[in-house]
């Protein structure tokens, strides 16, 4: 079946790092990969898509690249701020006959401090 | 405004109380989802629904049952929870047609059975 594996967290960072959140999937075909955002006592919001091989999402300084090869779409941003604390879900969509299935990965939590 | 609604949002009761939690989209969507979330596990699908009156399993849909009779409804119904359901559970829509699977997330149900 299909399935999501993140980095282990939890991640702090001090305001203006590099973050790096990676994320690896298994799934037959060709999957869509998402990132969704968690801030706290929220829903979950679409950070970022792609939606086939070599395709980079990216929004509000966030960025990730679809790479079939290394089954991955690890997640980056060049600087990190106080307000980017929250949940990061990795994320795949079969299409198809699960069209209406997101498959998540555990989560990461991050903390940005000042 | 175009959300996804839950309630209640919070919701504490013993063991074998039978309960709803009523979820409700005004986008229109043909596809809605049952999620938990629960630490280190991620989001897992309970239950899905591509249209009114045709539903699914998703990946936990033990215990729980869901009814669609109105393309803008989708309530949850513990027949007689039990506390390994106590959990953090999400609403989500999509519509039918995009070339990804982007979902509209509630702003969350946080379950106690005790």
């Known amino acids: 079946g299909n399935s999501v594996t993140q980095m282990e967290g939890p991640v702090t960072l001090s305001e203006e790092a590099f973050l790096t959140i990676n994320c690896t999937y298994t799934?037959?075909?060709?999957?869509?990969l998402f990132w969704y955002v968690q801030y706290p006592g929220e829903g979950l919001q679409l950070l970022l898509k792609a939606t086939k091989a070599d395709d980079k999402g990216s929004n509000k300084g966030f960025e990730a690249t679809y790479r079939k090869e290394t089954t991955s779409f690890h997640l980056e941003k060049g600087s990190v701020q106080v307000s980017d604390s929250a949940v990061y879900f990795c994320?795949?969509?079969?299409?198809?006959?699960?069209?209406?299935?997101?498959?998540f990965g555990q989560g990461t939590i991050l903390t940005v401090h000042p | 405004e175009a959300q996804v609604t839950q309630n209640p949002r919070y919701l504490i009761t013993v063991t074998g109380k039978k309960l709803t939690v009523t979820c409700s989209q005004n986008m229109n969507h043909e596809y809605m989802s049952w999620y938990r979330q629960d630490p280190g596990l991620g989001l897992r699908q309970i239950y899905y629904?591509?249209?009114?009156?045709?539903?699914d399993k998703g990946d936990v849909p033990e215990g729980y049952k869901v009814s669609r009779k109105e393309k803008r409804n989708f309530p949850l119904i513990l027949e007689s929870p039990s506390p390994n359901q106590t959990s953090l559970y999400f609403c989500?829509?999509?519509?039918?047609?995009?070339?990804?699977?982007?979902?509209?997330f509630g702003p969350g149900t946080r379950l106690t059975v005790l």
């Open positions: 799934a037959t075909g060709y999957p869509s």
């Open positions: 629904s591509m249209n009114v009156e045709v539903t």
């Open positions: 994320a795949l969509s079969a299409g198809g006959t699960s069209y209406g299935k997101l498959t």
């Open positions: 989500a829509s999509t519509p039918r047609g995009l070339d990804y699977n982007e979902q509209f």
